[in-house]
Each structure stands twice: as C-alpha cells, then as structure tokens.
C-alpha cells in the first residue's frame, strides 16, 4: 500500500510563511520521484493559497474541519461542497483537539465524515485515547468506539476513508507511543475495519502521535502503519521530507 504523510498545521501560517514553506518543499522534492503520497491541511483561510501553490504538484491539500451541516444558516461553519470548491482532497476529521476544545461527538464525527464523502473530499478520521484512558486499559474500547460511529454513518463508503489513530497524550508532548504500541492499536483497527468492507486493503490507517523526522522510520516500519498525520514536523520543510522520504523505504 502506498503510504500517505499528511501534514496538520494547525493554527498556524501566514501568507509569507505558507508561501515559503510551501516553496521549500516543492524545491526539495525537484528531481524526486516520491513513492509516498502527501497532503497539507492549512487552516480554512488558506486554501485558496494552498490550491495556488500546489496544482499540479505532487503534494495534495486539504482542510483541518469540515461543517456537519450541508448549508444554511450555520454562521462559521464551512461546508464540505465549499472545500471541493477549493479542490481539496482531504478533511480531517474528529480531530483530539476538536473533541477537547469543542466537545464533538462521536456522532457529530460520523456525520461530518458522512457529509465530506458526499462531497468527494476524502475524510481523515482521527481516535486516539487520552492517558486517563489508556492507564485504566480502555484504549482499544475507545478507539473501537470511536471508529465505529464513523463505520455505522458511512456504512459502504467505509473503504472510502482514512484513518488516523493519534493517542492524545501523544499530541505536542513529545511523547510517542513506541513503534510496537502503535503497531497493536493499528491491528485492531485494521481487522474493525476489514469487519466492516469488503475492501480491507483501501483504507490508510496513519499514526498521528508526534511523528517526527526521528522516530518515523521505526514506526512506518510496522505492517499495519499506512503512513503519518504530521503536526509540528510538517512546519518544517526539512523535516516534513524527511518523513516523506522514511515512507519510501
């Protein structure tokens, strides 16, 4: 399966950085044939930018939320039909960080993963367990939940999505689960997944816990770890292609 790295700014960019940014890693990929596929989610304000500078490029883009809703009076909210408008690939969806700050739901996940497929955009699903949870053994129930609700909503479009498994107290701590926890959260995932299509083998599982230039090698090693959902690495053009590079191995 051809791995895909896919960057997640954040909040974070400008026009000057993005451009730079941008232009560092299509410099770096010049001459380079990748094996791996790459996407850059900016915030929702750059897109524009992001389908300027990458067209025609090998890098993909895509958006850090989409809108549960299909239109209307939902001011704020931008919807999946606008980001195919702006020729976006991907959505991440139900990331930890929205589920914190915003208290998504797992049903309100589903339905946003639900709405970016009816679009043509591409969820990236994301479950992953807090510390909390993980101390008291409920990672695999969490996740299992988790994906399950997006598995119920998308029904036969599920070998449709892409999944990212990021345990949250591996998110901007530092800290990553090793190669071989990563690996058996992956396994659970992969055989909920091949429980629920008949094609097992389309869905992309990516790590999303701290993946950086150092440790991506031993994790895109694993059998069941499709490539990375990247954070701060994917700020730096250097080491962003470093990833992309392991992923090639």
């Known amino acids: 399966m051809t791995k895909l790295i896919a960057g997640n700014w954040k909040m974070n960019g400008s026009l000057a950085a993005n451009q730079a940014l941008v232009q560092a890693m299509l410099e770096g990929l010049q001459g380079i044939e990748p094996k791996a596929e790459m996407a850059l989610c900016a915030p929702s304000l750059y897109l524009a930018q992001m389908q300027s500078l990458l067209t025609g490029s090998a890098i993909a883009w895509g958006a850090q939320d989409v809108s549960a809703q299909e239109q209307g009076a939902f001011t704020g909210e931008i919807s999946a039909a606008m980001l195919k408008d702006f020729a976006c690939r991907y959505a991440i969806v139900g990331h930890s960080e929205r589920r914190q700050y915003h208290a998504e739901s797992d049903a309100a996940v589903a339905s946003k993963a639900q709405r970016a497929l009816a679009a043509g955009v591409t969820p990236i699903v994301c479950v992953g367990e807090t510390l909390a949870e993980r101390d008291a053994n409920q990672t695999e129930a969490v996740v299992k939940r988790q994906l399950a609700a997006v598995i119920h909503a998308v029904a036969h479009c599920t070998s449709e999505i892409v999944v990212a498994y990021e345990p949250v107290w591996a998110i901007g701590t530092g800290k990553t689960a090793t190669p071989e926890m990563a690996q058996a959260v992956h396994a659970v995932l992969r055989k909920q997944i091949s429980a629920a299509t008949?094609?097992?083998?389309?869905?992309?599982?990516?790590?999303?816990?701290?993946?950086?230039?150092?440790?991506?090698?031993?994790?895109?090693?694993?059998?069941?770890?499709?490539?990375?959902?990247?954070?701060?690495?994917?700020?730096?053009?250097?080491?962003?292609?470093?990833?992309?590079?392991a992923a090639q191995l």
């Open 198 to 245: 008949q094609h097992p083998e389309r869905v992309k599982i990516l790590y999303g816990g701290s993946m950086n230039a150092a440790n991506a090698a031993s994790l895109l090693a694993q059998p069941d770890i499709d490539g990375g959902l990247i954070g701060g690495a994917s700020l730096k053009a250097a080491d962003f292609l470093q990833i992309v590079a």
